[in-house]
């Protein structure tokens, strides 16, 4: 049974930095996508960055220059990188994975809060 296990999230001061961690237990094979989501309160989750097997990167919207993705197969775990932190970064971070066959899992989240 594949399980991804986030952590690193917590209270931050507005400029701040973070960096948040995934690792992947349970899977035999490389996900052909690693990602990050973000859910901020009341919104919607939505697709900060994410990193194929070949390490093509990919940022959502909420990135603006100040989110990076790490991804190593070696050790199955995937970081971000977060610098800067404004208010509007507060929310729930998920991990997320999607392998060749379809199938797809999320982690259970890290809560990151910014304060001013």
């Known amino acids: 049974q594949v399980q991804l296990v986030e952590s690193g999230g917590g209270l931050v001061q507005t400029g701040g930095s973070l960096r948040l961690s995934c690792a992947i237990t349970g899977s035999t094979f490389d996900p052909e996508v690693m990602g990050w989501y973000r859910q901020a309160p009341g919104k919607q989750r939505e697709l900060v960055a994410s990193?194929?097997?070949?390490?093509?990167?990919k940022y959502g919207d909420p990135a603006r220059g100040r989110f990076t993705v790490f991804r190593d197969n070696d050790k199955n775990t995937e970081s971000l990188q977060i610098t800067n932190l404004e208010a509007e970064d507060t929310g729930v971070y998920y991990c997320?994975?999607?392998?060749?066959?379809?199938?797809?899992?999320w982690g259970q989240g890290t809560q990151v809060t910014v304060s001013s």
């Open positions: 997320h994975t999607v392998y060749e066959t379809g199938g797809n899992f």
């Open positions: 990193a194929t097997v070949d390490f093509r990167l």
